[in-house]
């Protein structure tokens, strides 16, 4: 996916801290902010400059990806969630990353890292079967352990295996902020963090009156309007907002994408909201059948971003 120069993708950088702080307030716990993947494309570098006095700490999926941000200059630690690279002891060390574990040989690799315990409760990936964590956790000299929990019976399943031992805890993510029993010694929240901290828009530059059958699937409306976004810049078809009205995208090409304005007054040079008021990442993620995760990443890579 490339992006494409008429989308622009407005990050609010002040409602980002402000969800850091209402996590905070409301879960009573500490905020690791999941900044993996760039921020889930919002800039991983601007939004940890702007969240570093309001969370606790940091996490990406990769090493790499704390250094080309910047983490360790926050003065905040990260946690890599990823799979380790055992090779790089002193890089985790001079970035303040401490690299997830899993294995007896990471753990012993890295042990001068601070490495973080992943407790396999059904990801079934880079993630550590209960009967070896007692192991791991000695050859790790071990003092925390996460599991990526969905459900609220998974966190359970993780305090059974690894609590009791004096280690610091952490299992919800975004779908289980909303559950005490899940909140344990931090949260790791990313979705909850950026959902609604963006807007992603294009203008339109055609508007028609259709004359019969329109594009490739020949769909029908009575007026429709172009924008030059299309599937190479990750746009999908589903719904839209035009002058604070619900719209739709009704067909997507390779770089132009079709609205169908029937019953708007929208004009050449009104904004076509792809995310935002009336289209948050739930409602397009019904529409395109995936995640709000995944519609989120697509979306802010889809043009030029500029903070406010
Ligand atoms: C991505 C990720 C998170 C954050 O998930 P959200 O649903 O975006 O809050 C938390 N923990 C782990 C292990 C992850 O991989």
Redesign the pocket.
Known sequence: MSPSPHITVSVDLDRIRASAEAIGRATGTAVLA?V?ADA?GLGAAEVSHALRDRVAGW?V?RLDEAIEAGLGETGLPTLA?GPPEPQRLAEYLQHRVRPAVSSVEAARALRAAGPVLCVDTGMQRFACPPERVDEVIAAGEIREA?T?AVTLQQVEQFVDIAGGRGLTLHAA???LLHEPRARLDAV?????LYDQAVRISAPLVEVNESRGPVGYTGFTAGRIGVILGGYSNGLRPGRCVVNGQPARIVEVGMQSAYIDLTGLGARVGDEVVLLGPGAQANDLASDWGTSP?AVLVSLACAGRRVYG
């Open positions: 999941v993996k889930y996490c999926f969630l996460f990526h993510a975004t779908a790791r929240p990313g979705l909850a995760h």
